[in-house]
Every structure is written in structure tokens, then in C-alpha cells.
């Protein structure tokens, strides 16, 4: 039997692996390149899930957790073709099998139609050493939801292994631009996974859309619109699709940004002859002007408490990350090194932010130790812009370009791991990580 | 007293549109979108012009000429990098916009701020504005009413070149007047 599955197993991922292929979407972001990981990674083995013929359209799932494993940095995935042995089940399992070959932990699952019109598939994660199972769960996924289910199986295994949340079953949203300085130029605002796969057009235009950004419950985006000519923030709700002009003022309309407890945006208006932060209260859209600065303020952002305020001002001759205390309006500097820093996301802690910082006239991604004042450039790419951190706060997807076009990056925090998102549809820029989505049920 | 003829022209013709009840079909331009609720109340409906200017201080486009001549005054205005302010030669050009516009109360000019690409998009839609209203500050300061200027800002989203060296970045770094 063992023998049997060891010479099927290969046919029945390279023939579920075709039909992937196939059914991926044209307009998805490319092949992920992986630049750098961990000197010590964990080794994984994930077994191709037996997914027989009732599942039919199904994509093979270990594929999908092994990229994203993979792209965390921190773990090494066993090829398939390096397998001794294609276990589904607990008792198919030699663990010696696995010891020499240095894995460390088992992934194992089985997808099954449940006879309600949707599927279930049970999985294992063992220790190999301890030879203990350290993981048994399952998933029930619709027809459309096979990746949600990899995604949210590899979640699972990232957090037994690591402590850490997994991010992979999480969304991005992102600007893709076509025909740059044509007349025929097209802006779209675009969805994907995580990993860039499943990507949907959430809106077209013929004019420039900017700054996306999510609401914390991951079902409505934020976006500023040229669509009439002039630039006006939107909401659009992700499932309906349905569209909310929320601000359409003389001069500037930008820089979207909801607090932490979704009810309220901030935004940046220059409807009173400069540019300001202002805050709206989306109960009654009532508008509350937050800064009185003849310089540019822009670029603003909430602290997790919701307490303070990041924003970008040149009130100091360049532009730099200043701190507002909502409380008293009292307003603090909070970059000194270098000469443009600008557009900062503060991280869960409240004690480090993320932002674009100019050094020797290069624009990267810098991460700093607000007490400290401690400044670490985490990229080496050029005309780094628009960081935005995954949920669990591992790493952070940014824009950049590669041979001239726009592409999307992602950077762990400590700069060690780092991974593309091209996108052969044209410019993509812009990308705003999603909070958690809420995970698939067991059925 | 040329102009003051075109100027009555131009608002007999809009009586005659606004009597035929039909405010868009016989424009030349496109109709620009209402900015929304918040629009400022002195902004008042534009006059465009609906015959063909026989003038020739325009081009077909309504774009004014330099005075006397066929030559059209430049409508872009570059700038130098993180930069809002005019440089000399762009004084005069200015200048005789201002006096075409003076003579020309009818006629509005949107006036756009673009930047290069390098730095922030959001704070270069903040810095695009500051280039519009250069050129915006400068044409009231000569004596256009505000109420026939407007500005708006494209930030790097609007690019003129693609490219990405300075070459592009310095096309990329201006102001536009587009004639309405």
C-alpha cells in the first residue's frame, strides 16, 4: 500500500497542480521570489492531502500552506519529491521516515465532500522527534473557499509551531495602474489573498485612486477617488461591492485612515485654503479639525489605543513624523534622523513605527525604537513608499519598483525576510494588509 | 471693447442655452462634475463660451494666444524638486494670462499640481497643491477674480512621463492651466 502511494502520490499532485495552474486568475500578482530567510529554519514536511474525486476543482492544498510556510522565512519545507513516504492518516505515519530526513514536523490531511454541498477536510500536525501529534482539527470549506482553507490551516500550524498568530488567511487590497502617462491611462482598486493569488477588480476608473485602507472589521475599504476630476474618499463595502462618497471638499481630499475602534476616520482636507488633519465621526459624519499649522500635515494615523495621532508635517522645513496627544492637542516630534520621513504606522506595542525615510537621497522602509530613537532601515530596494503592516505585526507589505515598474514587497520586521509580488498586469502600488479575516467554521 | 462684444456673446449665448433648457448639449467642452455639496457658493455657473471664438487671441481650443500673435502662451509651468515656487521666466507668460483673463471674465481655468514620483504619494498630493497655488496666487495677485480659477491636485498620480530618471521627473514637476 505504502508502496502504491508512494508511486500515485507524485501523478496526483502534478495533475492537481495543472488544474491549479489553470484555474488561477489572469490579473493575480505573479510567482512569489523568495530573497532572503532565516539561517535556521524549521524543517516541515507537508503531505500532499488526499483530495479524491469528490473534490473535484479543489487546488492542492499542501501546495498552498508550503508557499506560505515557505514565505514567512521561517520554515523550510521538504519537497514532495523528497518524500519516502505520502501518509493521510495517523496510521500511515512512520515517524523513522521522517527523522532521516531531518523534518521536524508532519503536516498530514484528507479533504472529503460532507454531503451538505460543501467539504471538510481533517488535518494532523505531529512533532516528529517527540513523536506526538500536536495538532488534530479541521476546516469546512465552500467550493470557492479552498484557498481560505490552506491559508487558514496554515495559520493553525504557524501559531503551534512559532506562538505567533498566522497572517496567511488575510487579505490585501492595492492600486494597479495601467498606461501610465497615456491618454487611455486606467486606475483599478484590486483584492487578493495574502499571497497575491484571487485577485478581483473592487473598482475601475479612469482617474487616479489612492490611499486604500481597511476598517477593522475587514468588510469595508477607504479610498480616495478622482473619479469626477477631483479627489473625493470613498467607502465601499468589499462583499456588495457598494460604494459611499463620504467627502468631496474643495482642494484636497486624502489619506483615509479608520481608528482602531472603526468610528471614525481620519483624513486630511485643505478645504479651509491648507492642508489639515481632520477627524470624522462616521455615526453622524461629523467633522472635527485636528491641526492649525500653515505647513503641509497629511499622512495621518492612529496609535492602537486610539489615543494619538501619527501625521506627516513640514512645519520643520522638511517633512517629518509628528505625534499628536488627542487629549490636549499637544504635538511632538518624533523623527530626527535624516531629512524626509514620512507617512508612519505605528506597531501594536505603541513603542516602534514603520515609515518612509530618505537616506542619501534613497527612499526606504524604516523601523524605529521611539524611545530610543533608534532608526533601521529594513529595505534595499529604491522608491520604497506605503508600508502597512500584516496583522499580526511578523511583517509588512510595501511598494517599490523593479526595472521600472511598480511592484509589491514584503519585509519582515527585523528586515531578515523579504519577498516580491510583481504583477504582470501592469503598476501595482499602494497595498494595505487587512486585519484578521474571520476564519472558516467546522461543519 | 472687443472683448467686452465676445464677453456679451458669451453670456447672450448661455441665456439662450439656459432658455432652450438644455445646459450641456450645445458645449463645445465637457460639462465639469459638481464638486458635491461642499462646493463653495461663489463659484458661479461657467459661461463658456458656445460659438467658435473668431477672435484671434485664442486657438480653437480657447487657449489665448501671445498678444498678436498665433503663438500660444505656455499653459505648463515645471518646477524644481520639492519646490512650489515660480521661477522668472514663468512671470511674464503669467502675466499676460492674468490680462486675458482680466479682459475674459467669462472664462475659468482649472489650474493642476503634479509632482514627481519620488516621495509620499499623499504628502506630493500635498505638494501638488502648493504648485497650484502658486500659480493661482500669482494670477489673483494680478487682478483675476478668484471665482474664475480652480485648483486641484494629482499628487504623482498623473504623471507626463513614465520614466523614471530625472528626465521624467523634472517634465513630471508643474503646474497646468486647462482653459474652460
Not at chain 1, 501625521?311 to 499628536?324: A, C, E, N, W
Not at chain 2, 524644481?80 to 492674468?98: F, K, S, T, W
Request: proline share 6%; aromatic share 8%; hydrophobic share 40%.
Amino acid at each position: 500500500m505504502k508502496q502504491l502511494l508512494r508511486t500515485l502520490a507524485p501523478i496526483l499532485v502534478v495533475g492537481l497542480l495543472g488544474g491549479w495552474m489553470l484555474a488561477a486568475q489572469a490579473e493575480s500578482l505573479d510567482t512569489i521570489i523568495i530573497d532572503k530567510g532565516y539561517d535556521k529554519q524549521t524543517k516541515i514536511a507537508v503531505v500532499p492531502f488526499l483530495q479524491g474525486a469528490d473534490l473535484n476543482g479543489a487546488p492542492p492544498l499542501a501546495d498552498i500552506i508550503s508557499a506560505d510556510l515557505a514565505r514567512s522565512g521561517q520554515f523550510a519545507p521538504l519537497e514532495q519529491g523528497n518524500m519516502l513516504s505520502y501518509p493521510t492518516d495517523r496510521k500511515q505515519v512512520f515517524f523513522r521516515d521522517w527523522r532521516i530526513l531531518g523534518v521536524e514536523y508532519l503536516l498530514i490531511g484528507r479533504g472529503r465532500a460532507n454531503g451538505r454541498g460543501g467539504f471538510t477536510v481533517d488535518y494532523q500536525l505531529f512533532d516528529v522527534f517527540n513523536e506526538r501529534e500536536v495538532v488534530a482539527a479541521a476546516v469546512s470549506p465552500s467550493a470557492d473557499q479552498w484557498r481560505s482553507a490552506a491559508h487558514q490551516i496554515a495559520d493553525k500550524v504557524y501559531e503551534s509551531i512559532t506562538g505567533i498568530r498566522g497572517a496567511f488567511n488575510t487579505k490585501i487590497v492595492y492600486v494597479l495602474g495601467e498606461n501610465a502617462a497615456k491618454s487611455n491611462a486606467t486606475y483599478a482598486l484590486e483584492i487578493a489573498d495574502a499571497d497575491g493569488a484571487q485577485a478581483r477588480n473592487l473598482f475601475l476608473s479612469d482617474q487616479p485612486i489612492m490611499s486604500p485602507t481597511w476598517a477593522p472589521d475587514g468588510q469595508q475599504v477607504a479610498y480616495v477617488s478622482f473619479e469626477t476630476g477631483r479627489p473625493a474618499i470613498m467607502l465601499q463595502n468589499i462583499k456588495t461591492g457598494a460604494r459611499e462618497q463620504l467627502t468631496a471638499f474643495k482642494g484636497i481630499n486624502s489619506s483615509p485612515v479608520f481608528s482602531p475602534d472603526g468610528k471614525q476616520i481620519a483624513m486630511v482636507l485643505s478645504r479651509d485654503g491648507n492642508p489639515e488633519i481632520y477627524v470624522m465621526s462616521l455615526a453622524d459624519r461629523r467633522l472635527r479639525r485636528i491641526t492649525r499649522h500653515h505647513s503641509i500635515d497629511t499622512e495621518p494615523s492612529w496609535s492602537p489605543d486610539g489615543k494619538h495621532l501619527l501625521f506627516t508635517s513640514d512645519r520643520g522645513g522638511k517633512p517629518q513624523i509628528y505625534q499628536l496627544d488627542m487629549a490636549n492637542n499637544f504635538v511632538e516630534r518624533l523623527t530626527f534622523e535624516g531629512d524626509y520621513n514620512a507617512r508612519a504606522r505605528m506597531l501594536e506595542d505603541g513603542k516602534h513605527l514603520i515609515f518612509v525615510h530618505r537616506r542619501n537621497g534613497v527612499f526606504h522602509i524604516a523601523w524605529m525604537d521611539i524611545e530610543r530613537d533608534d532608526v533601521r532601515v529594513l529595505t534595499s530596494t529604491s522608491l520604497d513608499e506605503s508600508p502597512s503592516l500584516a496583522p499580526n505585526g511578523s511583517m509588512l507589505i510595501y511598494a517599490t519598483q523593479s526595472q521600472g515598474k511598480g511592484i509589491l514587497a514584503v519585509v519582515s520586521m527585523d528586515g531578515r525576510v523579504k519577498y516580491r509580488l510583481p504583477s504582470s498586469a501592469g503598476d501595482v502600488r499602494e497595498p494595505a494588509w487587512s486585519p484578521y479575516m474571520g476564519d472558516l467554521g467546522t461543519r | 471693447m472687443f472683448y467686452q462684444w465676445i464677453r456679451s456673446l458669451a453670456l447672450a449665448s448661455l441665456v439662450l442655452v439656459v432658455a432652450a433648457g438644455c445646459t450641456s448639449g450645445t458645449r463645445t467642452e465637457p460639462v465639469e462634475p459638481s464638486v458635491g455639496p461642499t462646493q463653495t457658493p461663489d463659484r458661479t455657473p461657467p459661461p463658456v463660451d458656445t460659438t467658435p471664438v473668431s477672435s484671434a487671441s485664442v486657438d480653437s481650443n480657447g487657449n489665448p494666444y501671445f498678444p498678436g500673435t498665433s503663438r500660444l502662451l505656455p499653459r505648463t509651468f515645471y518646477y524644481a524638486y520639492d519646490r512650489a515656487n515660480l521661477g522668472p521666466d514663468d512671470l511674464a507668460a503669467l502675466e499676460m494670462h492674468a490680462s486675458f483673463l482680466r479682459d475674459n471674465p467669462g472664462r475659468r481655468v482649472i489650474i493642476e499640481g503634479h509632482c514627481d514620483e519620488r516621495g509620499t504619494r499623499e504628502y506630493n498630493l500635498a505638494l501638488g497643491e502648493r504648485r497650484a497655488n502658486s500659480v493661482r496666487r500669482f494670477l489673483v495677485s494680478a487682478g483675476v477674480p478668484g471665482s474664475q480659477l480652480e485648483t486641484v491636485s494629482f499628487g504623482e498620480e498623473r504623471p507626463e512621463d513614465a520614466g523614471h530618471a530625472e528626465s521624467a521627473w523634472g517634465r513630471n514637476r508643474r503646474a497646468v492651466m486647462l482653459y474652460r
